[in-house]
């Protein structure tokens, strides 16, 4: 079973920036969609961005234009890079491979790696 490694959340003031990196213990090399998901307090966790095995992106209207996601699949990393943060990017950030035609995911949760924006 593959296992999910978040990192690189942290503080940051609002208009500020940050990248999240995802580790998987095992390939991504054929996994066709990976994605970033986020969670904020109080809330559900929602889809923010995913990427295909050919490097074609979707994201969601709140982050469109401000985040990006990028894979490594030779060093089974995935990537999200956030610019012109806001306070409601405030969340959990998780990654992991959607099933596509479902709202379920191929992977365990990871731990996640919290982002907090300040106003």
């Known amino acids: 079973q593959v296992q999910l490694v978040e990192s690189g959340g942290g503080l940051v003031q609002a208009g500020g920036s940050l990248t999240l990196s995802c580790a998987a213990s095992?390939?991504?090399?054929?996994?066709?969609?990976m994605a970033w998901y986020r969670q904020p307090p109080g809330k559900q966790r929602e889809l923010v961005a995913t990427?295909?095995?050919?490097?074609?992106?979707n994201y969601a209207r709140s982050v469109k234009g401000r985040f990006t996601i990028s894979r490594d699949n030779a060093k089974n990393m995935v990537y999200l890079q956030m610019n012109s943060l806001k306070p409601e990017d405030t969340a959990v950030y998780y990654c992991?491979?959607?099933?596509?035609?479902?709202?379920?995911?191929?992977?365990?949760w990871g731990q996640g790696t919290q982002v907090t924006v300040s106003s």
């Open positions: 095992g390939s991504i090399l054929a996994i066709n969609r």
């Open positions: 990427i295909t095995s050919g490097s074609s992106t």
């Open positions: 992991n491979a959607p099933l596509d035609g479902t709202t379920l995911v191929l992977y365990s």
